[in-house]
């Protein structure tokens, strides 16, 4: 599919969502990252900017400057409503409330977890749909946090491989800050999704419609140990995309 036609169908299909729903408002987590900055482009011009608001909720820890910024830049010349929730303080709240030790990774997605709380309750407040900013690559790569980025009502990129996130990007106008940007959660220092993989979402996207078997044909030569590691890392994400189990019993 064209990227043009792409454009057309995400916009008309967001607009059906909404008239779905009975609902008009949209909030997101805007990050300064490619996927939140289209996911918000996308959803003012499906329904229109005054409906649609965003968070930008650093850690100052960890967040970088530059990507508060950047997303604080492309609302204003969006001209839509946005805040600027610094959450260190909750962190800090909350790990000094709880009465054990947290482990690295718990730390880390504690950060996801408390934006999640917060655009829950802004969108309870404001009766809007909460708008999550993943794609497809990061969904079944397992680069999500349970109940932190994966909590939204919809998705409006998550049928896209990174590769056509940034196509769209590209033809939506996108500032050349998202376009080059290294793609990265910022869930600590210095981590970048691609070199934490070993290798580019260009790869990655070449060989996951072949490993869901969306696509016909052959892994190609040379790329035996990439589609291993990509296979491994979807079948160890697999509890993330599923449904809280419900357990049943037969009847005695």
Excluded at 115 to 120: C, E, I, K, Q, T
């Amino acid at each position: 599919m064209e990227t043009r036609e792409l454009n057309a169908k995400l916009v008309k299909a967001i607009k059906a969502f909404f008239a779905e729903q009975g609902k008009t408002k949209a909030v997101l987590g805007l990050s300064g990252g490619i996927d939140s900055a289209l996911v918000l482009s996308l959803l003012c011009e499906a329904i229109g900017k005054e409906n649609v608001s965003a968070l930008l909720m650093p850690n100052s820890e960890i967040t970088k400057y530059s990507s508060t910024k950047d997303a604080e830049d492309f609302a204003k010349k969006l001209g839509m409503k946005y805040l600027v929730v610094q959450i260190d303080q909750i962190i800090s709240a909350f790990s000094g409330s709880i009465l054990w030790n947290q482990s690295e990774i718990a730390k880390a997605n504690l950060n996801a977890r408390i934006r999640a709380v917060l655009l829950y309750n802004y969108a309870n407040s404001f009766d809007a749909l909460v708008a999550g900013t993943g794609n497809k690559s990061e969904f079944y790569l397992g680069y999500f946090t349970k109940h932190g980025d994966a909590a939204a009502d919809f998705f409006p990129i998550g049928s896209l491989l990174k590769t056509q996130v940034r196509a769209l990007a590209a033809y939506r106008k996108l500032p050349k800050e998202f376009l080059e940007k290294a793609p990265s959660a910022e869930l600590w220092k210095g981590q970048e999704d691609e070199k934490e993989l070993g290798f580019a979402y260009e790869e990655i996207d070449a060989l996951l419609p072949l490993l869901l078997g969306e696509k016909q044909g052959k892994i190609p030569a040379g790329k035996f140990a990439q589609a291993e590691k990509i296979r491994a890392l979807i079948s160890a994400s697999a509890h993330k995309r599923a449904a809280a189990k419900i357990i049943t019993i037969a009847d005695q």
